[in-house]
């Protein structure tokens, strides 16, 4: 499942957030609050640093989710919330403002991440972990449903 999930993220293309003013050192915070969807909803603030040229995060689209396809090494983004942003979480938003393909594009949510980073210190993102599994038990389930034969 793993592989054909980053297969996928492969060919569905990708792009790099490579510019953000960098003002400060790094620091992070974090929430978490459960979704009814079997998923859990984290509130990740990504502070710029000086050591590093940008917040280092990839992302593509995949179907209705802007998921995390790379994190830097050494990268604000692989430092914020302790290490908690990892390839496949899903970006839910970005400040106050609600991520939701097809009507937000990567470029899109990139300009929101790029335009938080330039008029702020920090960027705080809305992430959903656990999705995989979810959608997974929902496609098992609704497979055994209508799978009864006949």
């Known amino acids: 499942m793993l592989f054909l999930l980053l297969c996928l ?5 990708d792009t790099t957030i490579t510019s953000a003013h960098a003002r400060s050192t790094s ?53 914020a ?3 908690l942003l990892k390839v496949g ?5 970005v400040g106050s403002t609600s991520v939701r ?6 470029k899109e949510v990139e300009k929101l991440i790029l335009r938080h980073s330039q008029t702020s210190l920090t960027v705080d993102l809305i992430i959903l972990k656990g999705w995989q599994a979810a959608e997974a038990a929902s496609a098992a389930s609704n497979s055994e ?3 009864g034969g006949g």
């Open 9 to 13: 993220l492969l060919l569905a293309g």
């Open 27 to 79: 620091s992070t915070t974090r929430s978490t609050t459960s979704t009814p969807n079997g998923g859990q909803r984290f509130r990740v603030t990504i502070q710029a640093t000086t050591k590093f040229k940008g917040l280092g995060l990839r992302l593509v689209k995949l179907g209705e989710k802007v998921l995390i396809l790379d994190i830097a090494t050494g990268s604000p983004s692989e430092h």
């Open 81 to 83: 919330g302790g290490g």
């Open 89 to 93: 979480d899903a970006v839910l938003a």
């Open 101 to 106: 393909p097809p009507k937000n594009t990567v």
């Open 145 to 147: 449903k209508g799978g």
